[in-house]
C-alpha cells in the first residue's frame, strides 16, 4: 500500500502568482499522475510525472503553464504558474502502485484546493 | 467526512458476461463520478450522475444513480478484454464557499478472460 502526503491542502492566492504543490508517498512507486477537479466537473488529469525525466502532459496543458518536478520515486511538485481565477480548483496527485498477484491499487492524495482572487 | 464504499474490489468474468460494480456513500452525494484506470494511462472520465434517479450510458457501460443519492452503481454488458482495467468511483462535496472535497472509493479490478 502507499501513503501520500499532499500539502498545502488549501491556500488563498493572489492573481498572477505562482504556488507549487508538493507530493510525498511513503514507499517507491512508478506512476504519479497530477489531477485537477472543480466544482461540478471531474477529475481531468493534467500530466504524468515520470521519474528522471520530463512530465507527460495532456491536451490543453503546458509545462511552462505547470511545471512538475520528479526528482526521485517518492516525491513530485506540480507548480501552478501565473494563476488566475480559472485556476481555482482542487488539485490531486495520484499513484498506482503494483501489488504483485493483486494488481493494482490507485492511491491519491487529500487534494489542495487552491483559489486564486 | 464523505466515505465512499466500493465493490466488489475485484472481479473475473468470462467475455461476454454482464457484469455490475456498487458504489455506496455515507451521505447523500453531491456528484458521482465514475471513472476508468488502465495501468500507466492515468484515470480516464467515464460518466457522471447528479440527480436522484439518474442513468446514463455510453457503450456498453451504463451507470445509474438510486433516489436517496447514496448509492451507485456501473453495469457493463457483454463484457470484453478492452474493458479490464481499474474501476473507481469518486464524489466531491461542495458546499460554496465553505469546503470542498473529493472522496474516492478503493476501486474494482477487473478481469475478463477471453
Not at chain 2, 47 to 68: F, N, V
Not at chain 2, 87 to 103: H, K, N, P, R, V
Request: charge should be negative; glycine fraction near 10%.
Amino acid at each position: 500500500s502507499a501513503v501520500i502526503s499532499q500539502k498545502p491542502s488549501r491556500d488563498i492566492c493572489q492573481r498572477g502568482t505562482s504556488l507549487t504543490i508538493q507530493c510525498q508517498v511513503d514507499s517507491q512507486v512508478t506512476m504519479m499522475f497530477w489531477y485537477r477537479q472543480q466544482p461540478g466537473q471531474s477529475l481531468t488529469l493534467i500530466a504524468t510525472a515520470n521519474q528522471g525525466s520530463e512530465a507527460t502532459y495532456e491536451s490543453g496543458f503546458v509545462i511552462d503553464k505547470f511545471p512538475i518536478s520528479r526528482p526521485n520515486l517518492t516525491f513530485s511538485t506540480l507548480t501552478v504558474s501565473n494563476m488566475s481565477p480559472e485556476d481555482s480548483s482542487i488539485y490531486l496527485c495520484s499513484v498506482e502502485d503494483q501489488e504483485g498477484a493483486g494488481g493494482n491499487t490507485i492511491y491519491f492524495g487529500e487534494g489542495s484546493w487552491l483559489t486564486v482572487v | 467526512s464523505q466515505e465512499l464504499e466500493q465493490s466488489p474490489q475485484s472481479l473475473i468474468v468470462q467475455e461476454g458476461k454482464n457484469l455490475t460494480i456498487n458504489c455506496t456513500s455515507s451521505k447523500t452525494l453531491y456528484g458521482l463520478y465514475w471513472y476508468k484506470q488502465k495501468y500507466g494511462e492515468g484515470l480516464i472520465f467515464l460518466m457522471m450522475l447528479q440527480k436522484g434517479g439518474e442513468e446514463k450510458s455510453h457503450e456498453k457501460i451504463t451507470a445509474k444513480l438510486d433516489e436517496k443519492k447514496q448509492q451507485s452503481s456501473l453495469h457493463i454488458t457483454a463484457s470484453q478484454p478492452s474493458h479490464a482495467g481499474i474501476y473507481l468511483c469518486g464524489a466531491d462535496d461542495y458546499s460554496g464557499a465553505g469546503s470542498y472535497q473529493l472522496t474516492f472509493g478503493k476501486g474494482t479490478k477487473l478481469s475478463v478472460i477471453p
